[in-house]
């Protein structure tokens, strides 16, 4: 068996940046530092920081007044960050600035009198926030057909924005649909759906074709690792979504003579490790890494952190 190992995969700029704060968080100021939501939607991370001391809430009246309390990657609403002034909590913002800029986009388009179209999925914590930024103004939108259920009076500005981690065909083909309805929508001047996605995504399209069977390293409620195993799977390819070597199912690798590794952005290094391991030990599988693009990207810590990590 030969394994290829992806590059781009894994954390990305904005996932090492939350994973860093809530560190430094725990290190200075003890435990419990609470967070709210997950600081970012891997299992093996959000259980490591468990035993660490950390407390994942989702709602802040589980936080004593006065605690430390550090917003995920996934960004939070307004009502959130007033919540949390009221309760005079030690708030640190670990939101990844790609995260910020949808918010800040979301702002000002509502400030101009736009309809906001979001494209993305219901229920997914960057969505909550994004759309809290200007509920009135937004309305979110998953696939072409719920394009062609919008119901909009005739001569309304309308402007369109999408989730960070979003599969870039899924979220193109709803955007062709919307300009083909109105023409006069207007977007963001750079695309919202980040590099580290992107990146991801092409890997998986470019070097899946070489692939039997695709392990996509990450958990069930990461978005952007569910689009990496979407990928694969509609080009015909066996994909599974995992969140370690223990997932994998040996029947799988049945008469497999390549497979292709791959993680999510809020997926650990480690893990990969693991499961290459795990296809050494029991197929004696060779290794050849396969990278497509160079990632440079570092985004700077919190302002309430960045002396913690100087001193």
């Known amino acids: 068996m030969k394994i290829i190992l992806a590059s781009p995969r894994g954390f990305c700029a904005g996932v090492n940046m939350a994973i860093e704060s809530l560190d430094l968080a725990l290190n200075a100021f003890g435990t419990p530092v609470y967070v709210y939501h997950e600081i970012v939607h891997n299992r093996y991370v959000v259980e490591t920081f468990r035993e660490k001391g950390a407390v994942f809430v989702d709602d802040l009246n589980e936080v004593p007044e006065g605690a430390t309390l550090l917003f995920s990657a996934h960004g939070v609403s307004p009502e959130i960050r007033h919540v949390a002034k009221a309760r005079r909590l030690r708030a640190i913002d670990a939101t990844c600035p790609l995260v910020t800029k949808v918010h800040l986009e979301a702002i000002k388009y509502a400030s101009q009198g736009y309809t906001i179209v979001l494209i993305g999925h219901e ?101 952007n690792s569910q689009r990496l195993k979407e990928l694969a799977t509609e080009r015909g390819i066996a994909a599974y979504l995992i969140d370690g070597a223990s997932d994998i199912d040996l029947a799988w690798l049945q008469n497999c003579k390549t497979v292709l590794i791959t993680a999510g952005a809020s997926a650990p290094e480690s893990v990969v490790e693991e499961c290459v391991e795990f296809l050494k030990h029991h197929f004696h599988a060779t290794v050849e890494a396969r990278t497509l693009r160079r990632e440079e990207v570092y985004f700077p810590l919190p302002k309430e952190l960045r002396m913690l990590a100087k001193s």
Do not use: W
């Not at 005739?154 to 300009?179: C, F, M, P």
């Not at 991801?200 to 470019?206: H, N, P, T, Y």
């Open 123 to 223: 229920g997914h914590d960057e969505v909550i926030g994004t759309m809290g930024e200007a509920p009135e103004a937004i309305v979110l939108v998953e696939t072409s057909d719920d394009v062609d259920r919008l119901d909009l009076p005739e001569g309304t500005k309308i402007a369109y924005l999408t989730q960070t981690t979003l599969s870039v065909d899924d979220a193109n083909r709803v955007i062709r649909r919307l300009r083909e309805r109105f023409p006069q929508i207007q977007g963001p001047p750079k695309e919202d759906i980040c590099y580290a996605t992107q990146n991801r995504q092409e890997a998986v399209r470019v070097l899946s074709q070489e692939a039997d069977l695709v392990l996509v390293l990450g958990s069930q409620n990461s978005s």
